[in-house]
Nanobody, 115 residues
Framework: QVQLVESGGGLVQAGGSLRLSCVASGSIFSLNPRGWYRQAPGKQRELVAGITSGGTTNYADSVKGRFTVSRDSAKNTVYLQMNSLKPEDTGVYYC?????????WGQGLQVTVSS
């Protein structure tokens, strides 16, 4: 079984920063983070920042230069550093991991950016 525990969400003013964390536990073979997704009110879930098992990253155009995804393999943790936050970054953020041919999702974190 895989458990994902997210932390770090909350309310922040525009221009501020937040750091999201997602810790994975479990004994699934080759469990690796795949990135962070966001679901804004009334919209579909979208990829915000992706990361491969080799450490290659990619970002949605809307967050390039402001968000950084990283991982700490020793801690089984993936992070999302979010700087220069904008009201349109508001949404529920989910981490995604993949292992044993299956995808696993975090519980979701509310991030609200006030103008």
């Amino acid at each position: 079984q895989v458990q994902l525990v997210e932390s770090g969400g909350g309310l922040v003013q525009a221009g501020g920063s937040l750091r999201l964390s997602c810790v994975a536990s479990g004994s699934i073979f080759s469990l690796n983070p795949r990135g962070w997704y966001r679901q804004a009110p009334g919209k579909q879930r979208e990829l915000v920042a992706g990361i491969t098992s080799g450490g290659t990253t990619n970002y949605a155009d809307s967050v390039k230069g402001r968000f950084t995804v990283s991982r700490d393999s020793a801690k089984n943790t993936v992070y999302l550093q979010m700087n220069s936050l904008k009201p349109e970054d508001t949404g529920v953020y989910y981490c995604k991991w993949r292992g044993g041919g299956n995808d696993y999702w975090g519980q979701g974190l509310q991030v609200t950016v006030s103008s």
